[in-house]
């Protein structure tokens, strides 16, 4: 569907004399919204990037815009981040994202953002003395 991206469950069936691979979609994103403020003028994903642990992915927009998204929430975006002039065509997560949060994009303008975006702290102890 247009202006979406679907979130799909691979699976390999080992069960038949071949091996096969099944793989059905999990769910729909929104990506960008249909408008007259696009990079083209209409509503498009330059790019998707996965996390490297898969709890989350992010969303290059032809309307300059990124969204980061969690696999397993709704459809709504954890996060919608503007920087560029024009449409963002690069991202990558940082090797250690999952506890920094750093992840950059780039877009065709040349210009490279870096963001901070979820980082996992860990767990907080307190002490009640």
């Not at 004399?17 to 979609?25: E, G, M, P």
């Not at 709504?76 to 950059?104: E, N, Q």
């Amino acid at each position: 569907e247009q202006n979406t991206v679907g979130v799909i469950k691979a699976t390999f069936d080992r069960s038949q004399h071949d091996s096969a691979l099944k793989a059905r979609i999990r769910s729909r994103l929104q990506t960008c919204s249909i408008g007259e403020n696009t990079a083209r003028g209409k509503p498009g994903v330059g790019i998707c990037r996965f996390r490297p642990d898969g709890r989350m992915f992010a969303v290059g927009g032809w309307d300059k815009r990124l969204r980061v998204f969690s696999r397993a929430a709704g459809t709504a975006p954890l996060a919608l981040m503007r920087a560029h002039i024009d449409s963002v065509t690069a991202i990558d997560w940082a090797p250690d994202c999952a506890t920094s949060g750093i992840i950059a994009s780039g877009s065709e303008d040349g210009q490279i953002a870096i963001w901070r975006a979820f980082p996992h702290t860990g767990r907080q102890e307190y002490s009640t003395r």
